[in-house]
């Protein structure tokens, strides 16, 4: 096995790993079971100010958010097909930049809707 080969292993399980983590805390978020907490989730002044708004913030975001797992998945199986065909190891870059650009964009977007959902809410804890 080469190095090239054992990247693609190793980047395909860190995608899938990375989905499955994400589609959790989608169904929390969705659910309204993701605790206020500063690790997961988006943390803003807004999402922030209230337990509601949190609830709130976190749904809307959610519905954004979970886009993220297909764009995984794909990166996944594209690191795997890479590995098993021997293609470049530059081809590896390739996939972690697009999906990685993908990621920024639903980040933004899913802030944004976490924001303007908080925003709608009391401020006061609920």
Same mark, same amino acid.
């Given at each position: 096995m080469t190095g090239s080969f054992m990247a693609g292993i190793v980047l395909s399980g860190i995608f899938v790993a990375a989905a499955v983590i994400v589609a959790v805390i989608a169904g929390k978020s969705r659910d309204g079971t993701l #605790? !206020? &907490?500063?690790?997961? $989730?988006?943390?803003? &002044? !807004?999402? *922030? /100010?209230? =337990?509601?708004?949190?609830? +709130? $913030?976190? #749904?809307?975001? *959610?519905?954004?958010? @979970? #886009?993220?797992?297909p764009v995984l998945l794909? +990166?996944?199986? @594209?690191?795997?097909? &890479?590995?098993f065909a021997g293609g470049p190891s530059w081809a590896y870059v390739v996939i972690v930049v697009? %999906? $990685?650009?993908? =990621? @920024?964009?639903?980040?933004? %977007? /899913?802030?944004? @809707?976490a924001r303007a959902a908080a925003r709608e809410e009391p401020p006061h804890q609920g």
């Open positions: #605790r !206020k &907490n500063s690790f997961v $989730g988006v943390r803003s &002044n !807004k999402t *922030q /100010s209230s =337990d509601t708004a949190w609830r +709130a $913030g976190q #749904r809307a975001a *959610q519905r954004t958010y @979970a #886009r993220l797992i794909v +990166a996944a199986i @594209a690191s795997l097909v &890479n590995a697009i %999906s $990685g650009s993908a =990621d @920024a964009v639903i980040a933004v %977007s /899913s802030t944004a @809707a």
